[in-house]
């Protein structure tokens, strides 16, 4: 570090704005990361400001008004107005993009003054563009944050034509992004081997820092003692919990079938949260007389802890193909409640040697449901190893996946970026 950036550390706090189109109240997994992570950093001495959208993520339900700008431990919040179309519908998804990237560039980042860092977000994919093309026009130090990637997710969902012209611009567009960020973070091996063979960053520019959950938000109880599993009859029945996005990309049907062959036994299958395949589910769930199955909403964050407590186990899935692309941030929440594992996931991914290596819990192949029937039954069967799971789990999240311990990774990727300023 030269002397002037000793001089200016020494007498100011690290600047850093997050943008982000979702962020707490809303229902979003990444929402509520940013949310944690926006007041862990500032605790670590920067000041951090936010800029999202009104909560749009969820059902009309999970909406929550909210002031457009306030104030909370040590964090500056401005919440823009965008559309709320469904993020369901592709269109309906571009406009609400569109609502909000549009504004954001003329009115919140091209005014702001210099000595700031930028951390962009992939909530929407394109998000960083903004970050990329304004640093061509005016210096704007920016740090690229990988949840999802895109294009490649567009394709493997079938939505964009690979090789197409949506395709190859929106890779172009990426390029640019990652190779002019001061750094880039990733969640897993297979995400920083993506991003640097497909789109040329350095490799010592792009770091791996997985998601987390906060321990002392998220803690384990008795199943006894949740609310949630005395409203729907969850105390007795072996309980095993799928809570999050129903979304396209999973794999549910081999879940299904796997509670129709578990039906005289002392089983019960609880999903929620909503997403592209809740119809589907509600449907087999009728079409099958899944009596053992239960289809809820999103739980609300202040009962979240008590409704996580309601099983035996939870379910972690992530299709195959995925692996670099995607990455199940609801890994880290299951492991706080002290919960055996069961993951889905093709043989080779990196969901499985997290599970497998640290023995948290049961892995199962994709479309293997025999061997998904199997699990459930040993963990039935074994109570006190999958006690010893869960308390594995619990172990793990505490000593490797807090947000402590990402919040102090995040601050100092950060701090590089602005050191470069």
Known sequence: ?????????NSAPMKVVILNQYYVPDVASTGHLLFELAENIAKQGA???VITCRPSYGPKETW???PKEEYKNGVQVKRMWTTRYSKDSIIGRIINSITFLFPLALFYVLPRKKGEIYLYTTNPPYLGFVGAFISIIKKHPYVV???DSYPELA??????????????FWRFCNKIMYRRAEQVIVLSDAAKELVCNTYGPEPDRVHIIPNWADPS????????????AYEHGLIEPFTVLYSGNLGLYYEFDMIL?????????????????AGGQRQHIEDTIKEKKLFNTLLLPYTPQDQFNDALNCCDALLVTIAKGIDGISFPSKLYTSLSVGRPIIAFSSENSELRKKVESNDVGCWVELGDTSAFVEKI????????????MGKRARDLLVNEYSIEVSGKKYFDVLQKGFDAI
């Open 64 to 66: 929550q008004e909210c």
């Open 145 to 147: 944050l990988l949840h």
């Open 257 to 273: 079938d796997a509670a129709e062959q578990l039906l005289d036994e002392n089983f019960r299958l609880v999903f929620t949260g």
């Open 217 to 228: 938000e998220l803690e384990p109880k008795p199943k006894d003692e949740s609310k949630f």
């Open 1 to 9: 570090m030269s002397t002037q950036d000793e001089t200016r550390s």
């Open 155 to 168: 394709v493997w969902v079938g939505k964009i034509r690979k090789g197409g012209f949506i395709d190859r």
């Open 377 to 388: 039954r040993f963990l039935i069967n074994n109570p006190d190893e999958a006690k010893a």
């Open 47 to 49: 000041e951090v400001s």
